[in-house]
C-alpha cells in the first residue's frame, strides 16, 4: 500500500537545472516508485489531491547543532569568543542530557515545519539527539562532536562514545553516524591526527568546524603556521568523505585543498554574520567546481533553523556583495540547500532530489499562499518569497510526518511545555530587556 501524490507540480533536477513538471508521484515502501504512469501493482492507501500544490525535495540542513535550541536567543549581539567562551559553553556545561534531548526535539520540530527532511548534526551528549531523531521519523547524520588534545582521554573517551552511539542505533536505517572533531582551536594537531586515522579506520566522514573567524585564523598562523584548511589537510581529515562548515577565510591556497581533496563546504550565511564573521566566498566556491551546501548553525547563533530564511539570505548576500544579480540564483541556492547537501553526506543515491528509486523525503508546498501567489515562477518563490509557513506536508521515508501543519510524530505542546521547565531551571527566564 502506498501514497499517491495525485497530479501534482513538483520540482525536477534534469542535466539543464532545476525544472517544474506536474504529474502523479508514486510512494511505497519508503521509495519514490514511479513518477508519472502507473506501476501494474500499486495500490494507495492515501491520496494526496496535488491542486495547487507543489512537491519539493526536502531541505538538508548540513551543519546545525540540534540540542542548542534550548539556547535560542540567550546570547545576541556578542563577538565569536565572547558567544562561544564567555556565554554558551558556561550554559552548556550545566545542560543536562534531558536538556539536550529536549533542545533536539525542538530543533527537529522548527525544521520539519519548514520543510527540512535531513540534519548533519554535531552534538555533545550522546544517545539524546539520536533519540529525538528515531522517534521524529526525522533523517540525521550524527557526529560525535570531539574536543582533545594529544592522546588524552577525554579525547578517547569521546570518540569512543561516537562509536557506542553509532553500535546501539544500528537498526534505524534514518540515522547515519561521523565523527566531528569540533576545531582546529579546540583539538591539536596530534588529535586531528588520532581523529582522522580513527575515521579511515571506521569508514566514517569527518563534519568539522573550519576558518570561521579571524581569531582562529590568528590562533592557528601563531601555532602552525599555516591556514586551518591546511592544518586539517596535513591531519589526513581529508583523506574520508569531509564537510567543512564555515570555510569564511579562505585564501586561493585553501580553495585548490578543498576543490583536490573532494571536501565538502557548508555555508552558514545567518550565523557567520550574526557572529560578525563575515560570510564564505561561495561564488569562487562554485566556480571551481567545490560541492557546497546549505547550514543554519545551531540556532544560539542563528536564531532560527529554517532553510528557507537561510537560501534567501545565501542568494541576496552574493548578489549583493558582488553586485551581479546573477550570482547564487534562484535555481542554484535550491540545489545547494538539497542536492549538495545530499552529496556532502554520502546520501545522494538515497536523498536530495525528488526521482524513482530514491527515499521518498519531499516536502509539499500549499500554493494557495501569499509567498506564491501568483503562480508564475515557483522556483523564484521558494528562493526569494517563501518562509518556511508554507510547507503544509512532509515525509519522511516514506511516512507521512506532518499533515496540513499538524507534526504526527511529534508531540508540540509537550516540547513547549519541556522549553518552560529549562528556561526556569536554567534561570534565563527572567532576563529583563
Ligand atoms: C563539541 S560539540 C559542538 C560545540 O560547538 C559549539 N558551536 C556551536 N556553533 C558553533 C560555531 O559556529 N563555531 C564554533 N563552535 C560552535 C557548541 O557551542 C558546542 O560547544
Ligand atoms: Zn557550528
Known amino acids: 500500500m502506498g501514497i499517491l501524490l495525485k497530479n501534482i507540480q513538483m520540482l525536477l533536477y534534469t542535466e539543464k537545472g532545476p525544472v517544474v513538471k506536474r504529474d502523479n508521484i508514486y510512494i511505497e515502501d519508503r521509495i519514490i516508485k514511479a513518477i508519472g504512469e502507473r506501476p501494474d501493482t500499486f495500490s494507495e492507501d492515501k491520496v494526496i489531491d496535488g491542486t495547487d500544490r507543489f512537491a519539493i525535495p526536502g531541505m538538508i540542513n548540513a551543519h546545525t547543532h540540534s540540542y542548542m535550541a534550548f539556547l535560542r536567543n540567550v546570547a545576541d549581539d556578542l563577538s565569536f569568543m565572547d558567544w562561544l567562551f564567555g556565554t554558551i559553553d558556561p550554559l552548556e556545561q550545566k545542560m543536562s542530557s534531558e536538556d539536550a534531548y529536549w533542545g533536539a526535539n525542538l530543533a527537529i520540530l522548527e525544521m520539519m515545519k519548514s520543510g527540512t527532511t535531513c540534519f548533519n548534526d554535531m552534538q555533545m551528549n550522546i544517545h539524546q539527539t539520536t533519540r529525538a531523531v528515531k522517534e521524529s521519523g526525522m533523517r540525521a547524520v550524527i557526529c560525535r562532536g570531539l574536543v582533545g588534545s594529544g592522546n588524552d582521554e577525554a579525547g578517547r573517551i569521546r570518540l569512543n562514545e561516537a562509536y557506542e552511539e553509532r553500535e546501539a542505533f544500528k537498526d534505524c536505517d534514518r540515522l547515519n553516524f561521523f565523527l566531528g572533531p569540533h576545531a582546529p582551536y579546540t583539538c591539536d594537531e596530534e588529535y586531528l591526527k588520532i581523529v582522522a586515522s580513527e575515521a579511515k579506520k571506521e569508514k566514517m566522514g569527518i563534519h568539522i568546524h573550519l576558518a570561521e573567524s579571524l581569531s582562529e585564523m590568528e590562533g592557528c598562523a601563531e601555532k602552525y603556521h599555516c591556514t ?24 586561493d591556497g585553501d580553495l585548490d585543498i578543498l576543490k583536490e581533496k ?55 548576500i552574493h548578489k549583493g556583495v558582488a553586485k551581479v544579480p546573477q550570482c547564487i540564483s534562484a ?10 547537501g545530499a552529496k556532502a553526506l554520502g546520501l545522494e543515491q538515497q536523498i536530495g532530489s525528488i526521482e524513482v528509486g530514491k527515499k521518498a523525503d519531499l516536502a509539499i508546498i500549499n500554493l494557495r499562499t501569499p509567498s506564491f501567489m501568483p503562480k508564475n515562477n515557483l522556483i523564484a518563490g521558494l528562493a526569494y518569497s517563501a518562509n518556511g509557513s508554507e510547507v503544509e506536508t512532509v515525509i519522511i521515508d516514506g511516512t507521512i510526518t506532518m499533515e496540513n501543519r499538524n507534526v504526527l510524530t511529534m508531540d508540540e505542546e509537550r516540547i513547549y511545555f519541556e522549553m518552560d521547565q529549562i528556561l526556569k531551571k536554567m534561570g534565563l527566564e527572567n532576563k529583563v530587556y
Open 228 to 251: 586551518p584548511i591546511e592544518l586539517a589537510e596535513r591531519c589526513g581529515l581529508f583523506d574520508v568523505p569531509a564537510i567543512a562548515a564555515h570555510c569564511v577565510n579562505v585564501n
Open 262 to 316: 573532494n571536501v565538502s563546504v557548508v555555508t552558514n550565511p545567518a550565523s557567520n554574520m550574526k557572529l560578525g564573521n563575515g560570510f564564505a566566498p561561495v561564488a569562487k566556491m562554485l566556480e571551481k567546481g567545490i560541492n557546497v551546501c546549505l547550514g543554519t548553525d545551531g540556532a544560539a547563533s542563528n536564531n532560527s533553523l529554517n532553510m528557507f530564511h537561510e537560501m534567501n539570505l545565501l542568494s541576496l
Open 331 to 340: 535555481k542554484e541556492a535550491i540545489q545547494i540547500a538539497t542536492i549538495n
